[in-house]
């Protein structure tokens, strides 16, 4: 057919025209070709002079949208994709001078990528010329803060982001080029002015890795309940900056934080309620007092299968306290302390998953019956247990407040924001002692991360 | 093509060799189309243009602006390319199907007018160009690219004529 007498010369150009797909292929290998040169022949300031030996591969949920994201967000240039059977497993970005792999995650076939992770450990640093611009560029793009710009002492300005995708990425501007001799000097100078926190000393004497924090319109009758019903004993009480009153309480083994308001003093902050496992001696003359002391009755005492005498009743501040008696050798049960603090969320995995992320909650147990309703839960962070069973019937959930005692409140700060909480309050010292910073988690509890810096 | 312009696109592709595209996208058409006219032959062809883009865009530092044009200095790499290939398809085996490259200089009028038909193809209209691609590239019969594209072959024939007439109407234009 090329060589029919009837062609004429523009069909004849046709049947030598070059193929699409060869044209196409022969670009993305220049631009291969040239991004690898780029890489090769870059020679400017402290960045990388060789061709770069290894090259992070990002996994992603939807890599289309991550490649928009990143080109948005960090200038990101792409060098090539590879399409197969509808997404994307192979793409090759070039921020400033730098290759990054990307692809679909596939969990099935080991490519786990953040999102069925939960989160990722590692971040990928850039370097950049102004990090503030690289900053609103990302956050204007859908980043999220999760640590902001600040000058560190070893002469960078730092700050952090998580990207839609789950990837987190440092974005440093170096302002000081300085030897290891003299960050090691700055640092030492920098801790001259606050003493590391040690292990024994982040805590003060007599807490528990968590404490509840209840507030309610007449703190000092709850006070007054808790004495009565449950032989607590009031250890301190302040008025704090806000007006309100902020008390500590001590129950068994267990301090419980109580603020709010006063008959004279009215409240008008947000309130805070929880239910909790409380384990006394005698659950029966306790569930009395609780009575006479004014609580309604949600159930009287009877012996439970599980190996506890309990009974439950309701604060008139609106607390719930299921009173037991373990029937073992002590009444508290191993592991648990007099107070622990019972959650019903509605899906307790989530819950678990992020106290995990944020707070290193570690020992989970799960009791979960044949339709996937997680009945009980028992999740430790730190010495302390937090117990949870699924909302269902009268046990619907009830946003809680906890004060967490922490070695690193910055860091613990970091990581709840990392695991999608919102923040309350970055970290600043206080004048009780603390260093403190507040989040509220997806579910609606509040936490505060605390760190002793001068005993009190 | 303004020399000014083709001169800022060689110098920030010196500068940095992403913007090398740039110019692949400007020159590819003329290079292939010279290519073809010597080597006569797909495969072969493909392979000379892809060695003569690489050559350059690995050169491309050492290209000096000096009044010659780059879309010259790119011919003058194929031509190097072809005679390279040329030595050593003679030392090897001699396939007896294929084709003898040229060995003269094709016309570069000729040259010209088919690396403008080549840029015209990736204008036309999508489905005028599939089945110019799949009729002429892919040398497919009117029946095969009808059955391909699930259209009738009446409607292959149809698009086929339209890019047709459109080619030689724009090509016709461009001689005025």
């Given at each position: 057919m090329p060589d029919s007498p009837r062609m004429d010369w523009l069909e004849r150009a046709l049947f030598d025209a070059p193929r699409p797909a060869f044209r196409a292929r022969l670009k993305s290998d220049l631009e291969r070709t040239a991004a690898a040169m780029t890489l090769a022949t870059e020679t400017t300031g402290t960045t990388a002079r060789v061709r770069q030996s290894a090259t992070p591969q990002l996994r992603v949920k939807n890599a289309p949208a991550a490649i928009d994201f990143y080109t948005r967000a960090f200038g990101a240039r792409e060098i090539m994709r590879f399409e197969a059977g509808g997404s994307i497993p192979h793409a090759e970005l070039l921020i400033g001078n730098s290759l990054i792999f990307l692809g679909e995650e596939a969990p099935e076939y080991g490519y786990p990528g953040p999102a069925s992770l939960g989160g990722s450990p590692v971040s990928i640093q850039l370097l950049v010329d102004d990090a503030d611009v690289m900053m609103a560029q990302a956050v204007a793009a859908g980043a999220r803060v999760t640590s902001p710009l600040a000058d560190q002492f070893y002469g960078d300005r730092t700050g952090r982001v998580t990207d839609p995708f789950g990837h987190s990425w440092t974005i440093v501007m170096r302002k000081e080029e300085m030897s290891v001799?003299?960050?090691?000097?700055?640092?030492?100078?920098?801790?001259g002015e606050r003493p590391a926190p040690t292990a024994e000393s982040f805590r003060p004497e007599g807490f528990h890795t968590v404490t509840p924090y209840l507030v309610v319109a007449d703190a000092p009758a709850l006070i007054d309940f808790v004495t009565r019903a449950f032989g607590g004993e009031e250890r301190s009480r302040d008025i704090g900056p806000g007006g309100g009153i902020h008390a500590d309480v001590q129950i068994g083994d267990s301090r419980l934080m109580i603020g709010g308001g006063a008959p004279e003093a009215p409240w008008r902050g947000q309130r805070w309620n929880t239910a909790f496992h409380l384990y006394l001696k005698d659950t029966d003359a306790a569930f009395e007092r609780a009575v006479q002391a004014?609580?309604?009755?949600?159930?009287?005492?009877a012996d439970m299968e599980y190996g506890e005498r309990s009974a439950g009743v309701k604060d008139a501040s609106g607390n719930v306290w299921y009173i037991a008696t373990a029937m073992g050798a002590s009444y508290v049960p191993e592991g648990l302390h007099s107070l622990n603090v019972y959650l019903h969320p509605h899906r307790a995995e989530p819950l678990i998953a992020f106290m995990t992320r944020a707070f290193g909650a570690d020992k989970v147990e799960k009791y979960a019956s044949p339709d996937g309703i997680i009945h009980h839960a028992r999740v430790r962070i730190g010495d302390s247990v937090i117990e949870m069973g699924e909302a269902r019937g009268p046990y619907q959930p009830m946003p809680t407040q906890f004060y967490l005692y922490?070695?690193?409140?910055?860091?613990?700060?970091?990581?709840?924001?990392?695991?999608?909480?919102?923040?309350?309050?970055?970290?600043?010292?206080?004048?009780?002692?603390?260093?403190?910073?507040?989040?509220?988690?997806?579910?609606?509890?509040?936490?505060?991360?605390?760190?002793?810096?001068?005993?009190r | 093509m303004p020399d000014a312009d083709e001169r800022l696109l060689?110098?920030?592709?010196?500068?940095?060799?992403?913007?090398?595209?740039?110019?692949?996208?400007?020159?590819?058409?003329?290079?292939?189309?010279?290519?073809?006219?010597?080597?006569?032959?797909?495969?072969?062809?493909?392979?000379?243009?892809?060695?003569?883009?690489?050559?350059a865009l690995a050169g491309l530092r050492r290209y000096e602006w000096r009044g010659a044009p780059f879309g010259a200095w790119l011919i003058r790499i194929a031509a190097n390319v072809i005679i390279d290939r040329s030595k050593r398809v003679a030392r090897e085996v001699v396939d007896s199907d294929q084709v003898p490259e040229s060995t003269t200089e094709p016309d570069v009028m000729l040259v010209d007018q088919w690396a403008h038909v080549f840029r015209l193809i990736e204008t036309l209209p999508a489905d005028q160009r599939t089945v110019i691609v799949e009729r002429y590239i892919e040398e497919r019969s009117i029946r095969e690219v009808a059955a391909r594209l699930g259209k009738s072959e009446g409607a292959i024939k149809q698009l086929q004529f339209r890019a047709l007439h459109m080619l030689r109407t724009r090509m016709e234009g461009a001689d005025a």
């Open positions: 001799e003299e960050m090691y000097r700055r640092m030492a100078a920098m801790q004014g609580a309604t009755v949600l159930q009287a005492p922490v070695p690193n409140a910055d860091a613990a700060y970091q990581r709840a924001l990392e695991a999608g909480a919102e923040s309350i309050r970055p970290p600043a010292d206080q004048p009780y002692g603390d260093r403190n910073a507040g989040v509220k988690d997806v579910f609606g509890n509040q936490w505060f991360v605390a760190t002793q810096i001068r005993p | 060689v110098e920030a592709a010196q500068r940095d060799p992403s913007r090398f595209a740039a110019l692949y996208e400007r020159h590819f058409d003329r290079v292939y189309a010279y290519v073809v006219h010597r080597v006569r032959n797909r495969d072969a062809a493909e392979d000379v243009t892809s060695e003569v883009f690489h050559k």
